[in-house]
């Protein structure tokens, strides 16, 4: 929680953006307050029910450094593409669609080849040696 904060001017689309979070999140969970978040937003002249409210994915990797040992512990079978990779991380964590992790395992294999830890050839991803 916030002990001490620094007020200061607020960019309209970030107070926004931070209203439907709030607004999804008491969706989600089921809180009270709704009304007063689509107050607020309606004060701000926004549409309360202008975006879906996302069904919240639970953690699949817990623990620090846990997706890149899963993505480092895919590539060492050769090779792959980022959708293998995608699929054999998949396979390791049971429950878990590879379709739902492409773009968290996009992103690992691009921050791993920004510190050199796999190379991108082409379409296929390796670990270098």
């Known amino acids: 929680m916030v002990n001490k904060m620094k007020m200061g001017t607020a960019n309209p689309e970030t107070i926004a953006r931070v209203l439907y979070q709030v607004r999804a999140e008491i969706v989600r969970e089921g809180g009270e307050g709704l009304e007063h978040a689509d107050a607020l937003l309606r004060a701000r002249g926004l549409d309360p029910e202008r975006f ?3 069904a919240k994915l639970e953690r699949m990797f817990e623990g620090r450094g846990a997706r890149q040992k899963a993505v480092l512990a895919a590539l060492r079978d050769g090779p792959s593409t980022l959708g293998e990779v995608c699929q054999r991380v ?3 964590n049971p429950g878990t669609d590879a379709g739902a992790i492409y773009h968290s395992i996009a992103v ?3 921050n791993l080849k920004r510190r050199g830890a796999v190379r991108h050839e082409g379409v296929m991803w390796s670990q270098k040696r």
């Open 52 to 54: 879906d409210v996302p």
């Open 108 to 110: 690992c294999l691009g």
């Open 90 to 92: 998949a396979n390791q």
